[in-house]
């Protein structure tokens, strides 16, 4: 038997297939299937941020059984799996993922359609049940400290006023634009409660045309 026939029969037999009987592949889709679920209600509960994606919250679901899919089908043959990476490794997403913990999110379905493909079932499970935990946890726990944008416009005669108010308050300078006739200020504040009377005593200074409080998120101001 020369080395070619070698290959044939072990590399490039396709009857590895049926090592993937119908039952392991409804096992692993099912499980794919609540995970992914479960993956989706723990988005929803624990979301912060300002504007909530029902499709980007779905795309968990798809994502962790197309995982399932991909993992069954690489298993079975090493000439498929290299093709997959290779059909994979030219794909490019394009949309910008603003926040971290989606990233979290992605790379959790990942993980579990991943285990689930793998027919690690308790590792899937156990594994998410954990991770959904920990996410709602700390999704819950009261933030004690908020940071704000505090935006100041005025003009030079406010300068010496406004300078002795900021500095009673916990703020840092984020930018500051001087334009023909009127100054504006942008100033980091972090408050542990929701007393903003410093706005209107601010508000108040001669001046002062303008101000603004909005909450900072680190990316945007919602």
């Given at each position: 038997m020369g080395f070619q026939d070698v290959i044939k029969q072990s590399v490039l037999k396709l009857e590895a297939f049926r090592t993937i009987s119908y039952l392991d592949m409804v096992l692993g889709l099912?499980?794919?299937?609540?995970?992914?679920?479960?993956?989706?209600?723990?988005?929803?509960?624990?979301?912060?941020?300002?504007?909530?994606?029902?499709?980007?919250?779905?795309?968990?679901?798809?994502?962790?059984?197309?995982?399932?899919?991909?993992?069954?089908?690489?298993?079975?043959?090493?000439?498929?799996?290299?093709?997959?990476?290779?059909?994979?490794?030219?794909?490019?997403?394009?949309?910008?993922?603003?926040?971290?913990?989606?990233?979290?999110?992605?790379?959790?379905?990942l993980s579990a359609g991943i285990a689930c493909g793998a027919k690690v079932y308790p590792l899937a499970v156990g594994g998410s049940l954990i991770i959904g935990l920990v996410l709602l946890y700390m999704s819950k726990r009261k933030v004690r400290e908020q940071v704000f944008l505090l935006i100041i416009r005025h003009t030079e005669d406010a300068a010496n006023e406004l300078r002795g108010e900021l500095a009673k308050l916990k703020t840092k300078l984020k930018s500051k634009t001087v334009r023909k006739g009127f100054?504006?200020?942008?100033?980091?504040?972090?408050?542990?409660?929701?007393?903003?009377?410093?706005?209107?005593?601010?508000?108040?200074?001669?001046?002062?045309?303008?101000?603004?409080?909005?909450?900072?998120?680190?990316?945007?101001?919602?």
């Open positions: 099912a499980f794919s299937f609540l995970i992914g679920m479960f993956i989706y209600w723990i988005y929803r509960k624990s979301f912060r941020g300002v504007v909530y994606s029902y499709n980007y919250n779905v795309s968990f679901v798809l994502m962790t059984m197309i995982t399932t899919l991909v993992i069954m089908t690489i298993s079975t043959n090493i000439v498929l799996s290299l093709g997959m990476v290779g059909a994979l490794s030219i794909v490019r997403f394009r949309t910008a993922v603003k926040d971290p913990l989606d990233i979290v999110f992605m790379f959790w379905a100054t504006e200020l942008t100033v980091e504040i972090s408050l542990r409660d929701d007393n903003t009377s410093f706005v209107q005593k601010i508000s108040e200074i001669t001046g002062v045309n303008d101000v603004s409080l909005v909450n900072y998120t680190g990316d945007y101001a919602q």
